[in-house]
């Protein structure tokens, strides 16, 4: 099958999640570069416009940044719940003055990825107040995620690629969904300024009336869209519900991809297609051939959502920019 972008519409897109893939390993300026020309090659290729980029700890986003100050919006580094131990801050309004003076856009990926609760440090901790409140007075915004797909906490219900990673938390003392849940509730209640996108929709797309209510006790509160296929598989099973939800809370809805767990330019642009497909078509597809291993391929087939223009304008690119800016931070 080959993935036609031109038939999407002509308007402004920012992928509001994009892992730098090629460094998590070792950074050295030859990556660095390889990395910028295979982001460059998927934008020319997707026809979207910019990119929110991010890595572990080390200055890669802000020189890619440099290298295409246009296109790239560079996330700053702050620990996930289970890495706090190597990672010590004693004045958080300081650190997160310096992250927008270095040139970094906001703050993330960051969040609690499912650690052993003996290296889980909660996102309503101590260890996290001081970032918190610092990011609220200076509205600086955070890409958070929180859990993983509900199915990982029991052996019957995780698929097998997700054992083969480890992704299943039923064989040791983990948090609960529930309980990772409860922490961000905490600190959107008492950061009701703070300017946050939560990743993958929150993993609580099988339950339209709880991420609903979620939307409503937390006004601050958006959602990303990154691929976790799993997203799209079950908003299709409630599919004009579905409609009439994004419709309605269309100023609160990011568009991403996830690019970086896909590795290759067609998993890329596979992770691209599918999502703008969804969001623009009311077409019954499957996903794609050109899909990495990750993005399952389910039998029922996923029902697109044709949105009307003045949803996707706002998914596709307003909602980002309203949180982040117009345009990228300069850096020095």
């Not at 997203?231 to 409609?243: A, F, G, V």
Request: glycine share 8%; hydrophobic share 30%.
């Amino acid at each position: 099958m080959a993935l036609d972008f031109t038939k999407f519409r002509d308007t402004p897109v920012t992928d509001c999640h994009v892992h730098l893939w090629m460094l998590r390993n070792q950074v050295t300026p030859e990556l660095i570069e390889q990395q910028g020309l295979a982001l460059t090659e998927t934008i020319i290729h997707s026809g979207i416009d910019s990119m929110y980029i991010f890595s572990r700890g080390d200055q890669s986003p802000l020189t890619l940044k440099k290298q295409a100050p246009d296109i790239f919006y560079a996330g700053g580094y702050v620990p996930w719940s289970g890495d706090t131990d190597s990672f010590k801050i004693t004045n958080w309004n300081q650190y997160i003055s310096g992250l927008k003076d270095a040139g970094y856009d906001g703050v993330g990926e960051m969040g609690s990825k499912t650690v052993p609760r003996s290296r889980h440090t909660p996102l309503d901790s101590t260890y996290y107040k001081g970032f918190w409140e610092a990011c609220e007075k200076q509205g600086f915004p955070v890409l958070c995620h929180i859990g993983d797909v509900e199915d990982f906490w029991s052996e019957e219900t995780t698929p097998q690629w997700a054992k083969d990673r480890g992704w299943g938390y039923y064989k040791g003392d983990y948090p609960s969904l529930n309980e990772l849940y409860m922490e961000i509730e905490k600190v959107l209640g008492e950061h009701p300024d703070l300017k946050i996108t939560l990743c993958h929709f929150l993993f609580m797309s099988p339950d339209i009336e709880r991420i609903t209510q979620f939307l409503k006790d937390y006004p601050n509160a958006n959602l990303d869209l990154s691929l976790g296929i799993e997203l799209m598989y079950n908003i299709s099973q409630q599919r004009e519900q579905y409609r009439d939800f994004f419709k309605k809370h269309d100023k609160r809805i990011l568009y991403g991809t996830d690019i970086g767990m896909s590795k290759t330019l067609p998993q890329h642009l596979a992770r691209i297609w599918l999502i703008r497909n969804f969001l623009e078509t009311s077409e019954t597809f499957h996903t794609v051939p050109e899909a990495d291993e990750l993005l399952t391929r389910y039998t029922k087939p996923y029902h697109g959502l044709d949105l009307p223009a003045s949803s996707l304008r706002r998914i596709y690119s307003g909602n980002f920019k309203r949180l982040w800016g117009e345009t990228p931070r300069t850096p020095p």
